[in-house]
């Protein structure tokens, strides 16, 4: 049971490159987020999924994209990127019931660095 | 909309001492509350949660909360602090929004312990 698992764990771009970033879990929960962390501003909500082909806005959505065409994986895109886009990325998953779906199992994080 | 206060960037607290990191939010129901523990590199790891009930929750790693209402708080404590509770600590607050549940984070507080 590896939980959730992201990859890369860090990254690279240029401004203008796109990119995906994976996410996968083997627990199989309904929810999963992604979320970005930036110095003294916590974490953000950028996009999450309620279950596969169900995915919503949080936050801070603009400049990325998500799909879920399965329970397991949840990637989150960068379609151009931006230096305002460098920071620590993190994917999580949650059970999906109304309370427990609260108790969220975070990866590893994946660092990415726009130049 | 809800939001997190951790007013309390960094906290250097001697191994052995006893700790309190303070958290408080603003919701206009019953909140659902967290706080996660983040070491150095890794992902975010929940410490406790409080949904009702007792007002006094125990967590992990000898750590408890008490969320008091009157003052829209929910501060962490622990009664020695041991070396390897050096990390950053995060309190969030949990909301149902149209779709789902979102957690909402305050901006962390990194802890230090002298040896």
């Known amino acids: 049971n590896a939980g959730v698992t992201q990859t890369p764990k860090f990254q690279v771009l240029k401004t203008g490159q796109s990119m995906t970033l994976q996410c996968a879990q083997d627990?199989?929960?309904?929810?999963m987020s992604w979320y970005r962390q930036d110095p003294g501003m916590g974490l953000r909500l950028i996009h999450y999924?309620?279950?596969?082909?169900?995915?919503d806005q949080g936050e801070v959505p603009n400049g990325y994209n998500v799909s879920r065409s399965t329970t397991e994986d949840f990637p989150l895109r960068l379609l151009s990127a931006a230096p305002s886009q460098t920071s620590v990325y993190f994917c999580?998953?949650?059970?999906?019931?109304?309370?427990?779906?609260?108790?969220?199992?975070f990866g590893p994080g994946t660092r990415l660095t726009v130049t | 909309a809800q939001s997190v206060t951790q007013p309390d960037i960094h906290i250097t607290v001697s191994e052995g001492a006893s700790l309190e990191l303070r958290c408080n939010y603003s919701?206009?129901?019953?909140?659902?509350l967290f706080w996660y523990v983040q070491s150095p590199g890794q992902g975010l790891q929940l410490l406790l949660k409080y949904f009702s009930g007792d007002t006094l929750v125990q967590g992990i790693k000898g750590f408890e909360a008490e969320f008091k209402r009157s003052q829209s708080s929910f501060n962490l404590r622990k009664p020695s602090v041991h070396w390897s509770d050096a990390a950053e600590y995060f309190c969030a607050v949990g909301s149902v929004n149209n779709a789902g549940n979102m957690l909402t984070f305050g901006g962390g507080t990194r802890l230090m312990v002298k040896p």
């Open positions: 999924s309620v279950g596969a082909g169900i995915t």
């Open positions: 919701y206009g129901a019953t909140p659902y």
């Open positions: 627990m199989n929960h309904e929810y």
């Open positions: 999580a998953s949650s059970p999906g019931l109304p309370r427990s779906s609260y108790e969220q199992y």
